[in-house]
């Protein structure tokens, strides 16, 4: 169910890119081959952060929707039947007691308009049936057709006033979809730093291996010139404590894959997609070495036009001033114009009386009537009728109190405010993320340097310990050296990828870079 559910949501989130043919499948049992973009897809479509974030949005585009209802027409309709019975006070009135049965039937259709005022349309039809003497239409049918406006003029007129929930309903929707993006953008940037630092632990590990193997050939070495009486015994026991120093230093390096592939499992929700926790993953992407090509003040304006919680403050920005502005006109004296026409239509039993006369009350004949035809004459609009009026109300509390528009003024302030320190921090954000960029190019340059010299230097010192020039001591200390500079050449690779990979984040363009496009 989720899945279909996010398949509907989700489907903003279109990686390009990723689409290859197919995911690497286990190599072998236990284990799975995955690059860093088959990483990023199954984060998108399993990580929980974005499964959650996902349903903000459209919680929004329904808000949108509840606001506009109140545009949506009113249709009301409305039924009554009354029984009365009194006594006759005379005889000219009624032989015995005064009965009269009356119903009415009405409907309506109201609309509310942007402007602020509300339409209405109705019809009411009602029969009158009584035993008084002396009645000239009995059954009576009474019919009107009203069209009725109630305008205001001042308060709550115009339409951006009555649209305010509507406005801000939709930029609520932007600010969801924009935080989205910022949860994208993170997750993406998370799982390239735990990608490449499970890279960098599983080749840290390597070179704590190689390290290893080189301190069990010296201890073999020695081992054999001790036996030949060409080195002292002492030799072996510091060949033997430096192979236990790099068994420890190997089982630290192990415990760092370990951490660093859960982290990676964690954020790609590795565990519930294939149904175990233990299935071990081999990154097959390499960290990428090349020189960076970045212009400060163009990543300056890219961030400042890309970055989404920019965006976010700027559509806040908007809402503080549509909320300004609503305090203000609530402000105003409320004056409302209220116009009325309405056409009515009778019709009924004629009663004849002789000599045309009901003081008489000898009843001739009669001519009947229907209620149809009340109702015919109400939409011809024989007999025409309106109102027009004003009404005026001066409430003192906003002569006296303007609380709720200086609230709006300060809010509007604050996120000025907050726009401007936004951008300073993006500022500082851009020019660090640039600077890393640049240093750990030139870190993992001069360590490549390092790690070669360290290399050449191992050798002649192996050389010289081969004809006698040299000790073990100062291999030990020459082999530590080049564990040191492979170990810190290959961090300031990965560090050169990860702060190419938190700039790109920093410019907010992540989602540019890797093809991936939000729907609306």
């Not at 402000?331 to 009924?348: F, I, R, T, V």
């Not at 320190?421 to 030139?442: E, F, S």
Request: one cysteine or more.
């Amino acid at each position: 169910m989720v899945n279909k559910y996010l398949i509907k949501i989700l489907i903003w989130v279109i990686p390009v890119f990723l689409l290859t043919p197919g995911v690497s499948a286990l190599e072998e049992e236990g284990s799975i081959s995955l690059s860093l973009e088959e990483c990023i897809l199954r984060a998108l479509e399993h990580n929980l952060n974005i499964k959650i974030e996902v349903l903000n949005p459209e919680i929004s585009a329904l808000s949108v929707s509840r606001a506009k209802e109140k545009f949506l027409p009113e249709l009301s309709f409305s039924f009554n039947k009354r029984n009365t019975n009194s006594a006759s006070y005379s005889f000219l009135d009624a032989a015995d007691q005064v009965e009269t049965q009356y119903q009415s039937f009405s409907a309506s259709v109201g609309q509310f308009l942007p402007t602020g005022g509300n339409l209405s349309f109705s019809i009411e039809n009602s029969e009158n049936d009584t035993n008084r003497n002396f009645q000239t239409i009995n059954p009576r049918y009474d019919s009107t057709l009203q069209v009725t406006l109630n305008q205001p003029l001042l308060k709550n007129f115009g339409l951006s006033i009555n649209r305010k929930e509507i406005i801000v309903a939709k930029n609520n929707r932007e600010i969801s979809r924009s935080r989205f993006k910022s949860v994208l953008m993170e997750t993406i940037y998370s799982v390239e730093e735990a990608y490449w630092n499970l890279v960098y632990s599983i080749e840290n590990l390597k070179v704590q291996q190689q390290a290893l193997r080189l301190a069990q050939e010296l201890l073999a070495k020695n081992k054999r010139s001790v036996e030949i009486g060409t080195m002292a015994p002492i030799e072996i026991k510091s060949a033997a404590a430096e192979v236990a120093t790099r068994e420890a230093d190997i089982l630290q390096a192990e415990a760092l894959v370990k951490n660093n592939e859960d982290r990676l499992r964690t954020i790609i929700n590795f565990n519930v997609e294939m149904g175990s926790q233990y299935i071990k993953i081999n990154p097959v992407d390499e960290p990428v070495f090349t020189e960076p090509v970045i212009e400060l003040q163009q990543s300056i304006e890219t961030a400042i036009e890309n970055r989404p919680d920019l965006e976010q403050t700027r559509i806040d920005l908007k809402n503080k001033q549509i909320e300004l502005r609503y305090a203000r006109n609530q402000l105003l004296p409320d004056l409302n114009l209220q116009a009325s026409y309405w056409s009515p239509g009778l019709s009924g039993t004629q009663i004849l009386y002789k000599d045309n006369n009901p003081l008489t009350g000898e009843v001739v004949g009669t001519v009947p009537g229907l209620a149809a035809d009340a109702v015919k004459d109400a939409f011809k609009f024989l007999y025409p009728n309106w109102s027009v009026g004003l009404n005026l109300n001066i409430p003192l509390s906003t002569i006296f109190s303007r609380s709720q528009m200086v609230l709006a003024r300060v809010n509007l302030e604050q996120s000025r405010l907050k726009l401007q320190n936004d951008v300073q921090q993006v500022l500082l954000d851009i020019k660090n993320a640039v600077r890393n960029v640049q240093t750990n190019y030139k870190r993992a340059q001069a360590y490549k340097l390092a790690r070669e010299l360290t290399q050449e230097k191992l050798k002649a010192e192996e050389e010289k310990l081969r004809v006698g020039k040299s000790t073990n001591y100062n291999v030990l200390l020459f082999q530590r050296d080049l564990i040191s500079a492979q170990s810190s050449e290959l961090k300031a690779i990965v560090d050169a990828n990860l702060s190419r990979a938190y700039l790109q984040k920093a410019l907010g363009i992540s989602l540019k870079e890797k093809n991936i496009t939000l729907k609306r």
